[in-house]
């Protein structure tokens, strides 16, 4: 039973190659809440709700196990840059 | 973060529950519904679901890629999510939310003092079916918003911060 970390990562990496992906196991062991932060090319130029129903359909599989999922990040690699950038600049500051 | 620690309070809140509080729930979905229902079934569908729930389990587990949105129930969520200018589709009620995702909007949309039609999915097993197909979104809750599909927690979480929410629901309740 349940989903394990593994899973939702290998899923998510073949559906939407991201260039940058963390997914935490927020069951406490039992494999069914997840949160995910994810940059990828394929999410330019589609609006959040887009890129979150993207998700969704690669984790459809997993779905059906999964109670939670709380999807923090959907972001293009140029706004992960900048995000970064921001960041960085504001805790050099 | 708070939002995520949703079984805790979960199970607090369900012993808690006063009982009346769910009759009074049901009436007043009832009421929502079949005032906007054409047909007297379709508040058949959401008021009587206690009678309807054995019957549907079993139809679920022998026919599974049979669609539980049926062409009636897709007219009445059509005139729900239309006549009211925002409604959330949620575990529990307004003022017993039965999940932390669930009272997160709830509390955004109190905050902002909007005033919004909540249904509990919990009530009625075949409508949470409909409604994923219905909104091509897996999990609860799920808010709309002028007859649109705005998104989920998080989603309605990030608009929150950003301000777009909120410039999206004055622009609804003003028009």
Redesign the interface.
């Known amino acids: 039973m349940g989903v394990t970390k593994e899973q939702v990562e290998s899923s998510l990496k073949a559906k939407l190659s991201p260039s940058h992906l963390e997914v935490s196991d927020t069951s406490g062991g039992c494999g069914a809440s997840f949160v995910v932060e994810i940059v990828s090319e394929q999410f330019d130029g589609k609006r959040l709700l887009e890129r979150h129903r993207m998700v969704n359909a690669a984790l459809e599989e997993e779905m059906k196990e999964i109670h939670a999922l709380s999807i923090k990040k959907t972001l293009t690699p140029e706004q992960w840059k900048q995000q970064q950038e921001f960041n960085q600049s504001n805790s050099a500051a | 973060m708070w939002l995520?620690s949703?079984a805790k309070p979960l199970t607090l809140q369900l012993q808690s529950r006063p009982p009346s509080s769910i009759h009074s729930h049901v009436r007043r979905v009832t009421v929502t519904t079949s005032t906007l229902s054409l047909r007297p079934s379709s508040t058949h569908v959401f008021t009587h679901n206690v009678h309807f729930q054995p019957k549907l389990k079993r139809a679920s587990t022998t026919i599974r890629c049979s669609s539980a949105l049926t062409p009636q129930l897709k007219s009445t969520l059509d005139k729900v999510i239309t006549t009211n200018k925002v409604v959330l589709f949620m575990k529990g009620t307004k003022d017993f939310p039965q999940c932390g995702?669930s009272n997160t909007v709830v509390q955004i949309l109190k905050s902002l003092n909007v005033p919004f039609e909540a249904i509990d999915i919990l009530e009625n097993d075949m409508l949470r079916q409909a409604l994923k197909e219905y909104s091509?979104?897996?999990?609860f809750p799920q808010l709309y918003i002028e007859g649109e599909?705005?998104?989920?927690?998080?989603?309605t979480v990030?608009?929150y911060q950003n301000g777009q929410l909120q410039e999206l629901l004055e622009k609804a309740v003003l028009s």
């Open positions: 995520c949703c995702f091509s979104w897996p999990t599909f705005f998104g989920g927690c998080d989603i990030e608009a």
